[in-house]
């Protein structure tokens, strides 16, 4: 077969042969007598492998195993997990072109960003190493004489872990590399759009927990569709679902998991907005802009989906815009001097149209008209172009998120204004503005400014380091993964009161004497 850019030396260096099944306790893959998924590249239209889905009882199997490896793996010292991470961590590094390829060409992001989502997981796996002796709980004075508080974290328990194709493996890795050095361990369901990536990380795992005495239970893999989501939501013996995807299936999984009191961690659709100010540098603002609107093909969370741009420099950003666009080449992400991939699959594309036959219908007009590519390198179906359009913030459309490369300009007079378009959607996720005037970068950092979760000037909307929490407000469900302090969502917290004295005080001085 024409393999030009060696995808099948990848997958033989990751592991991957045709004995694969599917859903896997750690180092044993299980036979679920239940049908295959197809994962096709949107690349080439090539079908890349066929990947068994799991049935009722590989769930239940994944669950007992996943329990049992639990009660031992609480029990290692939070830095020796640590250690653990950081041999995931190295592994990742020796297989960081493999992985990335794979990730590329199974997903359709450029060759740079599936190097830069292995990236990510290198950077998670330090961080949870250094997290690892750093799970700090505080200790309080106690209104009782001879008394001491303190509070510690202990694990939770079995962490489901629901993840999206376009970052098919380092959202995962946010949430494992945490919650393993938190004491958890972990059920994984990647999208059902990108197995392969799923197999290939748990093939790099489970060799070191196996390794280090744990051959089953601490990483677990389940493939499947959302019947797999619902089963993971419902289930009481996993206490924490972190959930990546649409507000749609975020709503179904936080209500599942609301109604039996467990907890979830969601992070769901984004509409994200740069605000472009007359005081702007331009140059940045429209290579800000650019990456982030039309970067893994507009199917990042983070992506910038609308333009917030000031009346006096509207109409140059908007040429300037069009002029970059131009200059795009799209075709097949590994190769590099493309700068665009596919979309990632037919369904995709269908969005996108409508999407764009919804704004013109609206009264948007076009800058940089859409559209769907054909001919030579594009068979797959699943190429388009990059879009603009002039719009209205509160156009139905608009206010929804399109995962595809469209990007609607809004003119706006004065920052007040234009904050209010930028809150002005459902969603709460990322959010920037440029500008080199230090009072209105200050405002839309204030209380009355920006109400996402990621807040920055002078850079785009996507593209945010591991090391900050990571999440949104409103419909992007309100969770934080990866950095910061977002570990204490995959930990319970106990205060602790230890009387040392030889009296028995009641708080509060409440007087009970007989
Ligand atoms: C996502 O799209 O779900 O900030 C995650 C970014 C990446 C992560 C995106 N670091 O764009």
Same mark, same amino acid.
């Given at each position: 077969m024409n393999d030009p850019f060696g995808i099948h030396l990848s997958l033989k260096n990751l592991g991957i042969h045709s004995t694969n099944l599917g859903s896997s306790t750690g180092l044993t893959w299980l036979d679920s007598g239940a049908s295959y998924f197809s994962s096709d590249s949107p690349a080439d239209g090539q079908l890349i492998a066929q990947v068994q889905g799991a049935s009722e009882d590989t769930y239940e199997a994944i669950i007992s195993q996943a329990s049992v490896a639990f009660e031992k793996w609480r029990l290692v010292p939070a830095p020796h997990r640590g250690e653990i991470v950081r041999e995931i961590g190295n592994s990742l590094r020796e297989v960081k072109a493999d992985l990335g390829k794979l990730v590329s060409y199974e997903m359709g992001k450029s060759y740079q960003e599936g190097l830069g989502e292995v990236q990510e997981m290198i950077d998670i796996c330090d961080f949870a190493v250094g997290l690892s002796r750093q799970l700090y709980g505080l200790t309080m004075h106690s209104e009782r004489p001879g008394h001491r508080m303190y509070e510690q974290w202990h694990p939770l328990g079995i962490v489901g872990i629901i993840s999206a194709f376009n970052f098919p493996v380092a959202v995962w890795s946010w949430n494992a590399a945490l919650a393993w050095v938190c004491g958890d361990v972990c059920i994984w369901k990647p999208s059902e759009k990108a197995p392969l990536s799923g197999i290939a990380c748990q093939y790099i795992v489970a060799k070191i927990f196996a390794k280090h005495g744990?051959? /089953?239970?601490v990483s677990n893999l389940i493939i499947g569709d959302y019947r797999i989501g619902e089963l993971i939501s419902h #289930?009481? *013996?996993?206490p924490l679902v972190s959930a990546t995807g649409s507000t749609r299936m975020g709503k179904l999984v936080g209500k599942a998991v609301g109604e039996r009191l467990g907890r979830s961690l969601l992070e769901l659709g984004g509409n994200n907005a740069i605000i472009i100010t007359e005081h702007a540098d331009l140059d940045m603002a429209i290579r800000g802009a650019l990456f982030g609107a039309v970067g893994t093909a507009g199917q *990042?969370?983070?992506?910038? *989906?609308r333009l917030i741009i000031q009346a006096n420099v509207y109409e140059e950003v908007k040429s300037r815009l069009a002029t970059a666009y131009s200059k795009l080449v799209i075709g097949n992400?590994? #190769? /590099?001097?493309?700068?665009v991939g596919p979309l990632i699959d037919q369904d995709a594309v269908k969005n996108y149209l409508i999407a764009i036959e919804r704004v013109k219908a609206e009264g948007g007009k076009a800058v940089v008209e859409g559209g769907v590519l054909a001919g030579s390198g594009f068979e797959s179906g699943c190429y388009v172009k990059p879009a603009i359009y002039e719009a209205e913030n509160h156009f139905e459309i608009v206010q929804h998120e399109t995962f595809a490369p469209i990007l609607y300009l809004i003119k706006y007079e004065n920052l007040q204004e234009a904050i209010a378009l930028q809150n002005g959607v459902p969603q709460g996720l990322s959010s920037a503005i440029m500008t080199t005037n230090m009072r209105e970068a200050e405002a839309f950092l204030s209380v009355a400014g920006s109400d996402c979760g990621i807040a920055n000037v002078?850079?785009?909307?996507?593209?945010?380091?591991?090391g900050g929490a990571f999440g949104g407000e409103k419909e992007t469900g309100g969770g934080r993964e990866s950095g910061s302090d977002s570990w204490k969502a995959y930990m319970r917290r106990q205060t602790n009161t230890i009387n040392y004295s030889s009296q028995l005080p009641l708080a509060q001085g409440i007087k009970f004497d007989i």
């Open positions: 744990f051959p /089953e239970g #289930d009481s *013996r996993v *990042r969370c983070t992506t910038t *989906r992400p590994l #190769d /590099e001097k493309n700068h002078n850079i785009g909307t996507s593209g945010a380091e591991i």
